[in-house]
């Protein structure tokens, strides 16, 4: 893997830069990106503290059957369905992460604990309705933005990462594709068991209030670096 530059070590959320064809293409699409150090004796794989599952738990405990019903109406859901069908998905096939977690909870009983990491991170949505990721900030180059993909280029910087289709939008650092957007993540650039540094970002659409996406990322940037 390349060598890659530290992220710059910004306190609060930044807003992620965007190609100008995704500018004028998207205008409401926005990436707020931040840092989070991990300051739990857990491992981020290992699995939560009993707070976090208490979290989980009474998370399960408020959202049942009938708001789990009327969820992709309220304002939020209702704005990544909008997107998801502006960008070519159909969200009832490819569901909006709070509509994939919400349907997950109906089927399971509730939200299941997984480990650390996943636990907040659906914490954060759950409570938002905004979905946040998180990489191993050791492996970013730079500042996170959103872009499309290139000819021939590859899901991060791993040689045997997978290819690219062109114009596919991508979360990328100054080097290299890092996250499809609204998928998955770059072998490689996934935060491990040893991980303290954490480059979290969010992906914010028209009509998602900017106080929703910063709560996300505080509830995320609190839960890890709670001691």
Known sequence: MAEVKRLSDHEESVAGWRAPEVEEELPGLRLLAGQALHKRAQQLTAG????????????????????????????????????????????????????????????????????????????????????????????????????????????????????????????ADSSAALAILFGELAPGHEPGAGTRRLALFAVQVAGVPDLFVEEALWICRAAFEQL
């Open 48 to 171: 939560s503290p009993p707070e976090i599952r208490q979290r989980l738990s009474e998370l399960s405990n408020r959202v049942r059957g009938a708001r789990a019903v009327a969820i992709r109406r309220e304002p939020v859901p209702a704005a990544y369905r909008v997107f998801f069908r502006h960008i070519g998905l159909e969200p009832d096939t490819v569901r909006t992460p709070i509509e994939a977690a919400i349907l997950e909870r109906m089927l399971r009983g509730g939200f299941l604990t997984r480990c650390l990491l996943d636990d907040v991170l659906l914490l954060a949505l759950v409570d938002t309705g905004v979905p946040v990721w998180a990489l191993d900030a050791e492996t970013v180059d730079g500042q996170l933005g959103v872009r499309a993909s290139r000819q021939g280029e590859r899901l991060g910087r791993a040689a045997d990462a997978s290819l690219l289709p062109a114009g596919r939008l991508v979360v």
